[in-house]
């Protein structure tokens, strides 16, 4: 019965997931062909204002990071006379790691689709759209469909996988990665020097033109925002838009804002 139950859950999960992906994405300027060059630019955060939101409001940490992330594409957005009536779509990887399995070698990722309601103009209200959204998603079992299809790919023929590389070069089933990492809340060294950040990059894809990454590392949480060099000229704008859409959830939640991380770089060649 045990089995039988297991089945179940997922299928409705492949079902859920399969639902939300083949949905397809709203057309938005984020999906456009994408070239050799990159840019990068980095936001600092406090990981203790993360949490002070999200225990203000009711939710998780990763509700607080896309609800930011959402607000800082709709800042983006509105300054480029971009239309926000639709919410994008985030491709979230997620591990489907077993506990037994921690430690092992080999990557065991999947992904889920998340909404950026960027329609919204209260950062509350997004926020509480990007957690009610998150919450549906979990109880549909998308990360449960999201671990079976991992599973099925070992098995697949290289014809169906080679379709459905070219399926996913041309359908537009996402607008924008994001990927929350937890990392260690302690200090690590080399030899002799304290690790003082740690700012992560997670790779566009094809019709995908950014990405954003986040870590969070020995109290803080930081943002690593890559995209494609010519379809994102302003990257630094995007990141100060982040800055802010951080400190606006955080004032509307009584806490306090994080600080930028510098001068974005620009990387010519990836």
Not at 77 to 88: I, K, N, Q, R, V
Not at 148 to 174: E, K
């Amino acid at each position: 019965q045990a089995a039988l139950a297991a089945g179940r859950a997922a299928l409705a999960g492949v079902a859920a997931l399969t639902q939300a992906g083949l949905g397809g994405a709203p057309r938005s300027p984020l999906n456009v062909k994408i070239g050799p060059h990159r840019r990068f630019a980095w936001v600092d955060g406090d990981l203790a204002t993360f949490k002070a939101v999200k225990n203000a409001l009711g939710g998780t940490v990763n509700d607080v990071v896309l609800a930011v992330v959402a607000g800082a594409l709709r800042s983006h957005f509105l300054a480029h006379g971009y239309d926000t009536e639709a919410d994008l779509k985030a491709m979230v990887p997620v591990s489907v790691r077993a506990d037994s399995e921690r430690g092992a070698l080999g990557n065991k990722v999947a992904a889920v689709y998340a909404p950026l309601p960027i329609g919204l103009e209260d950062p509350i209200a997004r926020f509480r759209a990007v957690h009610e959204a998150m919450r549906g998603l979990k109880e549909s079992g998308q990360a449960v469909g999201a671990e079976t299809i991992t599973a099925l790919a070992d098995f697949a023929p290289p014809t169906i996988l080679s379709q459905a590389a070219r399926i996913q070069s041309v359908q537009r089933f996402f607008n924008v990665t994001v990927t929350n990492v937890p990392g260690p809340q302690f200090p690590l060294y080399l030899l002799g020097r304290q690790l003082s950040r740690l700012y992560p990059l997670v790779p566009i894809v094809e019709n995908a033109a950014l990405g954003v990454a986040i870590m969070s590392y020995n109290g803080r949480i930081d943002f690593g925002l890559v995209s494609d060099y010519d379809a994102l000229p302003d990257l630094d704008d995007l990141a100060a838009a982040l800055d802010a859409a951080i400190a606006e959830l955080a004032g509307a939640a009584g806490a306090h804002g994080g600080q930028r991380g510098g001068r974005p770089r620009a990387v010519q060649r990836a």
